[in-house]
């Protein structure tokens, strides 16, 4: 089973700096998805990616796949940025479907 | 275009009673998902669905049941509700298990 960790678990940044947050998983993937919760809110789907770099506006995910390692980064970072970022991993399997493994989330508050 | 669609958002049990929490999605995905998140842990699935007539338990399958008539619903059932059943409750759907995944606003369900 693949273990997800991510880090920081809570981070609070000023308005305009840069943000990294931070996922490493145990075994292999298929595809490794970055989700973003708003408070009270549903999940939205932000990236979705297997190798390389995927740039959406100010929003950067990036993937090692030797390292089991993957960053999104957030620049010139906004208050509406505030939210749970969550690190999900998939895995192809051969006849069914084991859904996503996720991390635990990682809370960002962006202050004015 | 609706995506997935969850039905409550919120809702109050009492122990021992019953209820169905429900899930349509109108994508034609084949997987469906159920989640449950609590607080401070990551997302963990619970049942999920490779197409109409079947389905299979996931990591936290004790105390819900499942169908997948059609396509486009997948109803999670709680049959004698208990404290420990308190979460937010996710569906999600995707054509493969490896592509995009799309999720519902959630159902936030407390049993008192």
């Known amino acids: 089973k693949n273990e997800v960790e991510q880090s920081p678990q809570n981070l609070t940044a000023q308005e305009g700096e840069f943000i990294t947050i931070n996922c490493s998983y145990s075994v292999g993937i298929s595809a490794l998805h970055w989700l973003q919760q708003h408070p009270g809110g549903g999940i939205v789907s932000l990236f979705m990616l297997s190798s390389g770099k995927k740039k959406h506006g100010r929003l950067i995910a990036t993937i090692n796949i030797q390292e089991k390692h993957s960053s999104l980064h957030i620049t010139a970072s906004h208050p509406r940025d505030s939210a749970v970022y969550i690190c999900?991993?998939?895995?192809?399997?051969?006849?069914?479907?084991?859904?996503?493994?996720f991390g635990k989330g990682t809370h960002l508050i962006i202050q004015p | 275009n609706a995506g997935v669609t969850q039905t409550p958002k919120f809702r109050i049990l009492k122990i021992g009673q019953s209820m169905t929490l429900q899930c349509t999605q109108d994508m034609n995905h084949n997987y469906m998902y159920w989640y449950r998140q609590d607080p401070g842990m990551g997302l963990k699935l619970i049942y999920y669905s490779v197409g109409a007539g079947i389905t299979d338990k996931g990591e936290v399958p004790n105390g819900y049941n499942v169908s997948r008539s059609t396509t486009e619903d997948f109803p999670l059932r709680l049959e004698l509700a208990a404290p420990s059943q308190t979460s937010v409750y996710f569906c999600?759907?995707?054509?493969?298990?490896?592509?995009?995944?799309?999720f519902g606003q959630g159902t936030r369900l407390t049993v008192v």
């Open positions: 999600a759907s995707s054509t493969e298990t490896y592509t995009e995944a799309f």
């Open positions: 999900a991993v998939s895995a192809r399997t051969g006849g069914g479907a084991d859904g996503l493994t």
